[in-house]
């Protein structure tokens, strides 16, 4: 193995470490995507650690919008582009039908944020269905066989009745307006949101949706049903946020259950592809770049999208990047 740099210069910066690569067979350091071009050594960077922003590298870089449907927050779990906000380079447009969440979401964010008390869908007649728990209601029926199969979640899911409630498409709303990344979270019901946002899915760059590997609520599509429609639309599938598992009864791990192998739900994340970037404007790609980098700390990503906006206007972003990163 041929190392690019010395291995001795690794460093460990609460919890992330930074290190030279090591590539096979005596190859040399190039470009992405290339060998042998001369560009600095490859850093590998272990995530764990809140780093810089990109606007601390370039402030004039474009603001985020944020189109959050299921906007409901817990307190303990900020949602990924909070850091985003409070800096003040995103704006919120958010749908949470539950009238005093909405309205506590008002009032925690201000102007020029936005939130809706709409249930979102494909627009037109539909049926909540109300659980014990508010969070997991949803306008598909809790499916109890499945559910009594785990620990916790018969018991949290209960149903409590019905209710006829109309829906709403993303794409009817003037209000929205662009949209660069799309947080999704209903239940059960994000296929039928995407559906309605067509025009909001040709616009965003990102998109962070929860997904169910099994039918927690009957005829609910699953992650393969969501996965397949998004590729179709020029997404690529990055990765997972949270997975989460549950132990079958009677076993049991650890006093909260932490599950064995079985996945029930996640957060899926997905970015424009990184082989059709012809299709997204400058800033679009530098907007991509902000998103994969503040939000999920993809530095890989972040570059790719970058250097690829660079390539268009003459920048010089992403090389100030590449040294950062070089830097830590």
């Not at 210069?9 to 190039?30: D, H, N």
């Not at 960077?45 to 990109?54: I, N, Q, R, T």
């Not at 306008?139 to 109309?166: I, K, Q």
């Not at 899915?201 to 998004?230: C, H, N, R």
Request: net charge negative.
């Amino acid at each position: 193995m041929a190392s690019i740099c010395s291995l001795s210069r690794r460093t460990s910066i609460t919890g992330m470490t930074i290190a030279c690569a090591i590539l096979p067979g005596g190859l040399q350091p190039g470009k992405p995507g290339s060998v042998g071009s001369g560009q600095p050594p490859v850093i590998i960077v272990e995530p764990g650690m809140a780093m810089f922003s990109l606007y601390d590298l370039e402030p004039s870089l474009p603001s985020i919008n944020v189109l959050n449907v299921g906007a409901a927050e817990n307190a303990q779990f900020p949602p990924p582009y909070a850091g985003l906000v409070a800096a003040g380079h995103a704006r919120v447009i958010g749908f949470e039908p539950d009238l005093a969440a909405c309205t506590d979401l008002s009032m925690k964010y201000g102007p020029p944020h936005r939130f809706f008390p709409l249930f979102v869908g494909g627009g037109g007649p539909a049926t909540f269905h109300r659980t014990i728990r508010p969070d997991t209601g949803s306008l598909y029926p809790p499916n109890m066989p499945v559910l009594s199969l785990f620990n916790y979640l018969a018991e949290n899911m209960a149903a409590l009745g019905t209710v006829d409630v109309r829906t709403v498409r993303i794409d009817d709303i003037d209000e929205i307006g662009d949209v660069d990344h799309i947080a999704i979270d209903v239940q059960g019901g994000e296929l039928g949101v995407f559906n309605g946002a067509e025009n909001a899915l040709a616009a965003a760059v990102s998109i962070q949706t929860e997904v169910m590997f099994i039918e927690l609520y009957k005829g609910q599509p699953l992650f393969a049903d969501i996965d397949t429609y998004l590729r179709q639309r020029g997404f690529w599938f990055h990765t997972f946020v949270d997975m989460n598992s549950l132990t079958m009864k009677p076993l049991q791990v650890g006093a909260v259950d932490f599950g064995l192998n079985q996945r029930l739900w996640s957060d899926a994340v997905y970015v424009h592809s990184p082989v059709q970037l012809d299709t997204l404007s400058t800033d679009k790609l530098r907007k991509l770049a902000v998103l994969s980098h503040d939000v999920y700390r993809s530095y890989d990503l972040a570059h790719l999208y970058l250097a690829a906006a660079d390539a268009r206007d003459g920048g010089t972003l992403a090389r100030r990047y590449f040294a950062q990163l070089a830097q830590l």
